[in-house]
């Protein structure tokens, strides 16, 4: 191996992109990663500082360029060094829930009879008005 690379699923396992270096291997092989616009499915594909990745990972793709290789997989502290994220994920915005029109104490139990009558009207009136 070349003295400044390092195989692709030892990469991603050691910047905690993947637990186990047998997950980061079977995800290079389904062909769902990029290095620098390639595609490539090969787990022993070599890696060099300045790569950038493009793969799929949870609801995100993630765009990262390779900074360093590493020497071990470390804390996570660590790993961070090893990459620069040049997309990183947002989160996802708050979604404000509507009102909530009848609500019961937690323990209560099920609405009885009246009460579900109750509430049926209750809700039946404010249909009407909208």
Same mark, same amino acid.
């Given at each position: &191996? ?43 594909? %070599? ?8 793969? =799929?990972?949870? %609801? ?30 947002? =989160?996802? =915005? ?16 099920? %609405? ?6 109750? &509430? ?11």
């Amino acid at each position: &191996m070349a003295e400044n690379t390092l195989r692709i699923d030892k990469w991603l396992w050691q910047a905690r992109f993947f637990k186990s270096r047998t997950l980061a291997g079977k995800f290079v092989s389904a062909g769902s990663l990029r290095i620098n616009g390639d595609r490539t499915s090969k787990a022993h594909h %070599p890696v060099h500082p300045e790569d950038v990745l493009t793969f =799929p990972l949870g %609801p995100h793709i993630r765009l990262i360029k390779v900074v360093e290789l590493g020497t071990r997989r470390g804390p996570a502290t660590e790993s961070r060094t090893l990459y620069e994220d040049l997309d990183p994920p947002q =989160p996802k =915005p708050k979604v404000e829930r509507p009102p909530v029109i009848a609500e019961r104490e937690p323990g209560t139990g099920r %609405p009885t009879k009246r009460e579900r009558r109750k &509430m049926d009207a209750f809700l039946d009136e404010a249909e009407e008005q909208d």
